[in-house]
């Protein structure tokens, strides 16, 4: 099997379906592309790191937020509360290492996003983390996204 072949279509249809759904129910799509470039940063995948930075890039994100992003929790006034929460929420559900997602993580999270968002972006967040596991593990390398 070629390992760079993406995956069945009926698969990938699926996991679209739910990033666009996780997405919408969000709302702010500059917001969405940070947790999903925070997520590939850690996952260290590359293919999702092209293709969610040139998507910040064209709903308006500047430069120096998208090269701080992996520093965010030393840079306060660069990013919001929402957007901090949702980034603490990001990394937590994404390294597990330490077992479950710490409790003030997540209350945080709950004091800045209503119900359905914060639904939505746990939604997002396990979305972003499944697509960097199928990309890692396939060798999808970076530059061949198409919209």
């Not at 910040?56 to 965010?72: F, H, P, T, V």
Request: aromatic share 6%; net charge negative; glycine share 6%.
């Amino acid at each position: 099997m070629n390992r760079t072949q993406l995956l069945d279509p009926e698969v990938g249809r699926a996991m679209s379906a739910l990033s666009a759904a996780a997405k919408r129910g969000l709302g702010d799509p500059v917001l969405a592309e940070l947790v999903m470039i925070r997520a590939s940063q850690i996952n260290h995948c590359a293919f999702c790191l092209d293709m969610h930075l040139g998507l910040a890039r064209k709903n308006g994100e500047s430069e120096d937020r998208i090269q701080l992003l992996a520093a965010w929790e030393e840079t306060e006034d660069l990013y919001s509360e929402r957007e901090r929460a949702a980034l603490a929420l990001t990394e937590a559900i994404t390294v597990l290492t330490e077992g479950f997602v710490p409790d003030e993580v997540y209350d945080s999270a709950a004091k800045v996003f209503d119900e359905s968002e914060l639904a939505h972006l746990v939604g997002l967040i396990t979305v972003i983390n499944g697509w960097n596991r199928i990309m890692v593990s396939r060798r999808i390398p970076p530059g061949g996204y198409q919209p």
